[in-house]
């Protein structure tokens, strides 16, 4: 208990503070991303525990592959894997860019209180629905499969 408080006495004492731990996780994130990049879930699967366990699709499933072909500029073939992560992927990045901003030059987060529940809900069960219809066995339900809008549209 006593080193989260110093880490957050550390985080409020000054702007670089915070500033140079966004960098470190960014840093991160850019590591992941060309990791991503030069590994091909095709060829590096990355299962997905719920689909292992269950045998079906959760909401996420093919999150991998898209990711991928986004890095690799093929977007069409990134929403036949998972339409909804490429849909949402600019709205998530947009609330993590505008979050972290407020964070660092702040030191507080005014963001989340400026969004309305209801909108995070509405998201949620959108979520939710979409994992159920996706692992429906009939046309076009099956078309959300990952890789499955490929038949359609490719």
């Not at 957050?8 to 992941?32: D, E, P, T, Y």
């Not at 979520?127 to 890789?147: E, Q």
Request: aromatic share 14%.
């Amino acid at each position: 208990m006593q080193r989260v408080i110093k880490l957050r006495n550390w985080f409020a004492q000054s702007r670089k503070n915070r500033i140079l731990f966004l960098a470190v996780i960014g840093c991160m994130a850019g590591i992941g991303a060309g990791y991503l990049y030069f590994h091909n879930p095709l060829k590096y699967p990355l299962p997905c525990l719920f689909h292992v366990i269950t045998g079906l699709y959760c909401p996420g499933c093919g999150a991998g592959r898209a990711s991928y072909n986004i890095l690799h500029g093929n977007f069409l073939t990134a929403f036949c894997y998972n339409p909804v992560m490429v849909f949402l992927l600019p709205f998530l990045g947009i609330y993590f860019v505008t979050v972290a901003a407020d964070w660092a030059l702040t030191g507080k987060n005014h963001v989340d209180k400026k969004i309305n529940p209801k909108i995070l809900i509405g998201i949620l069960v959108f979520l939710l629905i979409f994992g159920v219809i996706r692992n429906l066995p009939f046309y076009p339900f099956r078309l959300l499969v990952p890789g499955g809008l490929a038949e359609v549209l490719m």
